[in-house]
């Protein structure tokens, strides 16, 4: 690192630190828009956007598209999941590096962008500590500002619990694939083989995700082991718990009680059927089965890993056809297609060839198709979702058209029988 590296990468450090800290300022001011009204001009726009979400043809409308941004996200968190876990790292692509940066929240892709390797150490360790310890903080610091502002206002506690709520159900909602896929890959390990002069061969064994760093026993290799090994208590198996034991709680309750729980539990149960109020714990547990299951399966062999996650896509989508989750139609579309594209990406290696083929020349013909296979995929499904999305517009329309001739046609017919007889 030269002197000018140093400084550039001290600029970079200094503008990451400063984005993480904009993204506190930002969970914290929403949380006093969600609770305290300044002004006659907030308490409007809090009850617009508080009507938008929950009734109204409009509030409607844009339930759908949030839904329909859901399913994409958790789509392209399983898809580069998979990438990273069967063919080992990025496309070079920009477009999608960005879009798997933003999707994934991945550290070490967010240095492609804004290089700081000579500030700040990066490798499969930092990201580990990254996806476990940020999301933590910034729960924290939603809590303890929510208990800041509760006691300036104890009736302020019903809508400083529900803000506290969608903070966390969006904060593990983005980061739980990725979380728990570096946590899991912690613990998968490569062997490597290396011939002697004498003939003699010794063996060698490396982070899968990382060769960098040696999976030999040493005191850091020790400390991330238990490290990791707390994290999947408070993650992959952690989050899943408490989302289960939120709506379980929820369905538990009667009458106006359940009326007010389901207002902190709306983030979870808004898009399904209310006899499937439990669907989007289910999710949780498809994108950890899609993506850190195959990790684990991995050292087996890439085609075994490959087969894998084809049947856990065919067999998560034969479910969805069988459960019938979503409320809109348009929505369940999506999430099938969804996941029928994740199936035919499995097999790409059956396409290219084999994934060690890229090994020795980053910018190889089968790195190359790989990568245009990797931007068509994120394509065609953005086309898709916007087909449905038209679709729904299209819907909404009409349906407003037909409410608005019936209004008409029912205030003619006041309007007769109102009319004096002659």
Known sequence: ??????????????????????????????????????????????????????????????????????????????????????????????????????????FGLVTNFLPMACEVRIDH???????????????????????????????WKKDLKHAFFSIFFIISFLIYPGA???????????????????????????????????????????????????????????????????????????????????????????PYKSDKFWFEAYELLRKLTQTSLIGLILPVGVETASAVALNLSLLFATLLVYLQPYQSNTDFILALFSLFMLATFTQMDWWFGNASDCAQDLFSETLLKRSLALSTTCAIEFMAALVLVLADIYWFRSSAHHVFKQEVKVADSNIDAEAPTI
């Open 1 to 106: 690192c030269t002197a000018e590296t140093v400084q550039d990468h001290h600029r970079n450090f200094s503008i990451f630190t400063f984005l993480i800290v904009l993204a506190f300022i930002s969970c914290c001011l929403y949380i006093v828009i969600k609770v305290v009204p300044f002004s006659d001009r907030i308490e409007f726009v809090s009850n617009m956007l508080e009507s938008c979400d929950n009734s109204g043809n409009f509030g409607r409308f844009w339930l759908h598209i949030r839904v329909k941004l859901r399913i994409l996200e958790s789509f392209f968190q399983v898809l580069f999941g998979l990438q990273a876990i069967l063919y080992v790292g990025t496309s070079p692509i920009l477009p999608v590096q960005i879009l798997d940066a933003i999707t994934t929240l991945d």
């Open 125 to 155: 360790y930092s990201k580990l500590l990254f996806y476990t310890v940020v999301p933590l903080v910034f729960v924290m610091v939603a809590g303890i500002f929510s208990w800041i502002v509760r006691s300036l206002r104890e009736s």
């Open 180 to 270: 728990s896929r570096v946590i899991l890959q912690t613990f998968i390990c490569e062997e490597f083989s290396t011939v002697l002069e004498d003939n003699g061969e010794i063996f060698k064994t490396a982070l899968r995700s990382d060769y960098r760093i040696s999976c030999a026993n040493s005191p850091e290799r020790i400390f991330y082991m238990i490290y990791a090994s707390v994290m999947v208590l408070i993650y992959p198996i952690g989050i899943v718990a408490i989302y289960s034991f939120v709506l379980r709680k929820y369905n538990k309750k009667k009458g106006e009680e359940k009326k007010d729980y389901e207002v902190l539990v709306t983030d979870l149960i808004y």
